[in-house]
């Protein structure tokens, strides 16, 4: 079973940079897709962006196209999730999930929806303010 691992959250400036990063102490994430996740305060949780087991699949939510940038490390057992360019509006507490699927242009169903996922870490906060 999957141990899901956050780390990296923080507070920045808007239009500042933080790097997530999501392990698996058992080592065997690289054979599952992961995704991100944020839930702010008094909003349902979302789905940001998602990889596939081999990393040729990814997947991002409108909003932060452009600014964030999902990769994989199956080597390390480690998904990343870089966001530039940040905004008050992506604060939140963001979760690393993973299941057995795929992420992006092969996916037929919505590969950011948190039915899809079955495992869950324990989340990290990510604050933006000036």
């Known amino acids: 079973q999957l141990q899901l691992v956050e780390s990296g959250g923080g507070l920045v400036q808007p239009g500042g940079s933080l790097r997530l990063s999501c392990a698996d102490s058992?080592?065997?994430?690289?054979?599952?897709?992961v995704a991100w996740f944020r839930q702010a305060p008094g909003k349902e949780r979302e789905g940001v962006s998602c990889?596939?087991?081999?990393?040729?699949?990814?997947n991002y939510r409108d909003s932060v196209k452009g600014r964030f940038t999902i990769s994989r490390d199956n080597d390390k057992n480690t998904v990343t999730l870089q966001m530039n360019s940040l905004k008050p509006e992506d604060a939140g507490i963001y979760y690393c999930a993973a299941a057995f699927g795929t992420c992006g242009p092969a996916s037929q169903y919505d590969d950011l929806s948190r039915e899809e996922y079955d495992y869950w870490g324990q989340g990290a906060q990510v604050t933006v303010s000036s």
């Open positions: 058992g080592k065997t994430l690289s054979y599952y897709t």
């Open positions: 990889i596939s087991h081999s990393g040729d699949g990814t």
